[in-house]
């Protein structure tokens, strides 16, 4: 699997920081142990008085050098476990960012962003705490358990280690029942996290028609409907999680219980001594650490277990458009000549688009594509775009199959002005320049082409001004200009704009085009438009209707074959003389 390499490549390369965290973790815990010994030797060495205030202050010293040593070691497990558990989390969040960047438009149609953010966000941190304080709880716990055990029996009395012990089996047991119900419960609430993220990312872009509709009332009971759907899946874990610290801490109970009663009874027969006793209890103490950590090991483990599963499954998704090595060409460049042959595109979920669609413009004309809404204009310049793969041979760029050209090729010889006029929350100048670097004369020109020029010099910034998140503080038409200054400013071989003038007063609309008929002149271009003033000059002029073409021509002919293109224009033209009146 996909997923399983990505944390392969990751291990390889940060396995040794693992290991010498934990060797440092090691470190720390030999010397631990070796204060309750040193504790129980001064109480045996005071208790029958051979020990003097010398020799005091010499353990003391130990155990001062011994604490030196210790806080150091832990010190640097902090920085070899935890920092690579950070290591991990940069990793795998720029993994799944370049991922979803590859992943094709259709996956983005069936994906809510605020889910997607919560993978980046909440799934990749819970993964962090796993391969950080997961390890190094689950290390520390089995070592430490492991060593202290052995100095108990070694040292003291097998007899009472083995009573002492008797009630973790019952432990063992019972975490592993509660482990598996937390990794179910979880995996609800990491979904349920994403779904009130939608929530807020779905209200906040929509506040504007929130208030307009004086719908603030209603979008807080919907929202108070998923954060206590987040709040109960919570509680339903909790209760699990809640089980593990009460059982701990009963079944340590007992084992204390055991060692006082048949502890105190061997020092009283005179089988140890009070000092091995009190470093008995001591060690014993130690030991209610891995106890204790065996539920936090296993809520955090398994925590991030679902954590990985909800990634697995993002990062086994397959991108549907993509570079086949086995089928594109070594292009570097098209000119633009752009073939299409009875064009029939289906949607991924069974809506029929395009219907036989012939079309052959050459490179350096204009094609105008008019039509009603949902009558399949977008899609058809999707396909170009190649956002989803058309059907092979039906769509050819220089008599070459478009799947077989590279996506890199493909896009940065178009510039592509859209519907949706999507505007980065950034600079003005870098927005025009998002696909540079360009150099500020550039940038400059190409708004002057779009006819935003003015616009922009008289804010208080110029092009520096910040254009807010999807371009809230510009006007539509501002919006719009910029998009088309955008599309201007990497000179592209084939010029694309899809209604892109709809936000424009005709006087605007008619310098704009004025600006771009000098461009497009020997370039490419596919205008798509409701005005019929915006497409009148195009070479050609294809009406669509439910997916296929209905007349096509140039403007004088198609006015004069009396269909929907002639009863847009004299609609538009009764409108005009409408408004100048």
Known sequence: MKSTKILKDFFKANAWRYVLG????????V????????LGEITDLIQS????????LRYGGYIVGIAVIMALGRYFWRIFIMGSSRRLEYYLRNRLFAHLETLSVNFFNKHKTGDLMAHATNDINAIRMAMGPGVLMLADSSFLTVITVYTMVTTIDWKLTVLALLPLPFLAGLAGLLGRKIHVRFRAVQQAFSSLTDRVQETLSGIRVIKSFVQEDAELERFDT????YALKNLRMVKI??????????IS???YMIVLGYGGIQVI???ISLGEFIAFNSYLGMLIWPMMAVGRVINVLQRGSASMDRLNVLFNEKPEVFDDPANVKPVESITGHIEIRNLNFTYPDGTQALENINIKLDAGKTLAIIGRTGSGKTTLVNLLLRMYNPPKGQLLLDGIDINELPLDVLRESIGYVPQDNFLFSDTIANNIAFAGPYGQDEIEEASRLAQVYDNIIEFPNKFETMSGERGVTLS???KQRISIARALVKDPTILILDDCLSAVDTQTEEKILQGLRHIMKGRTSIIISHRISTVEDADEIIVLEDGAIAERGTHQQLVQQGGLYQHLYLKQQLEKKVSEA
């Not at 999680?241 to 009963?250: A, D, F, K, T």
């Open 476 to 478: 539509g038409g501002q």
């Open 31 to 38: 010397f631990n142990l070796q204060i309750p010994r040193m």
């Open 22 to 29: 934990l060797l440092w973790l090691m470190v720390v815990n």
């Open 241 to 250: 999680w809640g089980m593990m610290g009460p059982m701990i801490q009963l």
């Open 269 to 271: 027969n005179a089988r």
């Open 226 to 229: 998923t954060a206590r759907d």
């Open 253 to 255: 109970g007992i084992s």
């Open 49 to 56: 008085r051979q020990i003097d205030g010398a020799g005091l």
